[in-house]
């Protein structure tokens, strides 16, 4: 492809809206394009990208046995009315209605449509196992849309649904989807792990996410020094406490403390360490409000507190209701003496002796505060984030927290949805089942920008040869007849060897030239001028690391796929 004859608009200065290497990388290297906030155009560069990455997925799902469709984006309100879902989800759903006024919404996820297809075609046990796949634009109206195609409203997902009819068999589909998800990951370039992920109350209890570890990731990743454990923040279990304080116990006595409501204020101004005191926070769930005890140095882990209570989320009381359920302002509230509400304690909590609360009272607190003698909790539970350095609740070693960019992730459902639809099949005895099913998503245009958070210098992309737009980009930096002739035969000599060649005709500065290649990050760039042409060669630099080498023109091709093997595992 010539470079004169597509769109690729590529931008030397920083565009102000990024946060986001990859983010400023897309737009800079001319990929994307905003349309609206979390909607964006794919430039064609871009969309090669996307297409490979595509081609990767679809390649690893049919060899695991998934079979492709395609599902509209349209929604019917009908179908997700039958799970509930239609009232549940709020503004995120973005919803519309036809000229007969029938309610839609463009489809934010397809286990509905997919599970009302799978009663209406599939019958008998002879059926399955099914996968169902697709790869389709998604649409979620996000709050806070941002950095670019990581978190777009608009985006699109590879979504995969499989149909078991029994426990084992989902098991076995579930297993066969992270191996898939493995080799995709793999593929693609990337340097990911596979963390234990929560289900929220979407019932069964094995979810996975496959993380992109780098910097900018919105998620964090737990995982132990020693042994394989590795969950998400939210699923990362604490292990109890192994130690309890065997201090006698001391007078409860109240102090003033007079405008110290946080943590960091009243453990100064009383001078005790954090660990010596223990936060009463309040939530609502639905009607009810809680109280949670948690030590002053730890936080509170708000899906670990739904799961527990079982409910879909918390929320932190508003003021209104911190005054009326203590009587106090935030930031004195404490156990003793609280009514109305049930008193729950992270396990942390419950060896510790003499600890400083706050007393229900403005401008009070307690000292020397004791579980037991002082107040009682009705119960224990892990219900805070795991902090590094805390002992693995599994295996051996230690806790350590990195940031990670989540690109897959794969769920085991159970009936939750052929339940609440009725999607039965007949087992061998004739009688009716509800399917077990699960559900795996991959973000392809999150998979690209993860690949440019791990791959990209000060200079721009450094493309994985898998996924890179094109795999050489000829340089010609003369306009002479010798150089254009020259390009224009080494050009189809290299597509003929099986390389997707982009030739950079432009009549540009060889330092633009070089700069938006850079940019680009294509694998291979190879670089043809009346000077190297009259001593015989041309030049080849390797986009990742930099290196340069002098080849004779006759050359280019071996030399260059003896490279291939080296940067592309797919054809070692
Ligand atoms: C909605 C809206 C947002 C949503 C969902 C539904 C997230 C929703 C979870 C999933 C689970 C799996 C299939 C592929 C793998 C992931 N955000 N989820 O269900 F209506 Cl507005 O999407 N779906």
Known sequence: MKMSQLLIPTLRDDPGEAETVSHRLMLRAGLIRKVAAGIYTYLPLGLRVIRKIEQIIREEMNRAGAQELLMPIASPAELWKETARWDYYGKELLRFKDRHERDFCLGPTHEEVITDLFRREVRSYRQLPLNFYQIQTKFRDEI?????????????????????LDEAGAKVSYQNMYDAYTRIFTRCGLTFRPVEADTGLIGGDVSHEFMVLAETGEATVVYSTEGSYAANLERAEACPPTEADTSALLPLTAVETPQRRTVEEVTAFL?????????????RSGTESVAVLIRGDHEVNEVKLARLLQVTDVTLADPDTVQRLTGCP???????????????????????????????????????ANVGRDFSVEQFADLRNV????????????????????????????????????????????????????????????????????????????WPFPIAPFHVHLLTVSQSEKTTETAARLYPEL???????????????AGVKFNDADLIGIPFQVVIGDKGLADGIVEIKIRKGGLKSRIAPHDLVDHLKTLRLEHDPSVR
């Open 495 to 509: 597509e003929n060897a099986g390389f997707e060649v982009l030739w950079d005709d432009r009549p540009d500065r």
């Open 271 to 283: 001078r005790v360490s954090s660990r010596q005191l223990v936060k009463t926070l309040l939530y």
């Open 330 to 368: 935030p930031g004195f509230a404490g156990p003793i003496g609280l009514q109305q509400v049930r008193i729950l304690a992270d396990r942390a909590v419950e060896g510790i002796k003499n600890v400083v609360v706050g007393a229900n009272k403005a401008d009070t607190h307690y000292q020397n």
């Open 144 to 164: 806070r849309p941002r950095f670019g195609l990581m978190r777009g409203r608009e985006f699109i997902m590879k979504d995969a649904y499989s149909f078991d």
């Open 387 to 462: 902090q590094a350095g805390d002992p693995s609740s599994r295996g051996p070693g230690v806790l350590t927290l990195a940031k990670g960019i989540e690109v897959g992730q794969v769920f085991l459902l159970g009936t939750k949805y052929s339940q609440k639809m009725n999607a039965t099949i007949l087992d061998e005895q004739g009688k009716e089942r509800l399917a077990i099913m699960g559900c795996y998503g991959i973000g392809v245009g999150r998979t690209a920008a993860a690949a440019i958070e791990q791959h990209h210098d000060d200079k721009g992309i450094i």
